[in-house]
Nanobody, 125 residues
C-alpha cells in the first residue's frame, strides 16, 4: 500500500488542523493505521492509531483529549483532527499502516510496515 499524507501547514497556538492520509489499493479496510510525528532532533513518536474497522483507537499521552483519529474505508483515507495545538506539536507527521486481522491497535513504530512521506505542521506561539 502507498500512503500520501497532506494537510500540514502553519497554524497558531490554540488553533486546529486536520491531516489526511490517502492510501492506494483495494485492501485499505484490512489495515491498522497510525500517525507518528518527528520533531527536529527527536525520536519519532506515536501520536494515534486506529484499528482496521475503526472500532478501536489509541492515543499518545501528549495528545489525548486534543487529537482525534478517524477513518473512512470507502475513501481509503485516515484523518487526524488536531485541536488546541501547542508549539510542541510542531513536527513532521507521518501516517503508517499494517495489514492485520486484529482489533488491537499497536503503538510501536516497528509494527508498521508501510509509511507515508510526512507532512509538516508548524505551530506558532
Amino acid at each position: 500500500v502507498q500512503l500520501q499524507a497532506s494537510g500540514g501547514g502553519l497554524v497558531q497556538a490554540g488553533g486546529s488542523r486536520r491531516l489526511s492520509c490517502a492510501a492506494s489499493g483495494r485492501t485499505f479496510s484490512s489495515y491498522m493505521m497510525g500517525w507518528f510525528r518527528q520533531a527536529p532532533g527527536k525520536e519519532r513518536e506515536f501520536v494515534a492509531g486506529i484499528s482496521f474497522t475503526g472500532g478501536s483507537t489509541t492515543y499518545g499521552d501528549s495528545v489525548k483529549g486534543r487529537f482525534t483519529i478517524s477513518r473512512d474505508n470507502a475513501k481509503n483515507t485516515v484523518y487526524l483532527q488536531m485541536n488546541s495545538l501547542k508549539p510542541e506539536d510542531t513536527a513532521v507527521y507521518h501516517c503508517a499502516a499494517r495489514s492485520t486481522s486484529s482489533h488491537l491497535v499497536l503503538t510501536g513504530r516497528k509494527f508498521y510496515n508501510y509509511w507515508g512521506q510526512g507532512t509538516l505542521v508548524t505551530v506558532s506561539s
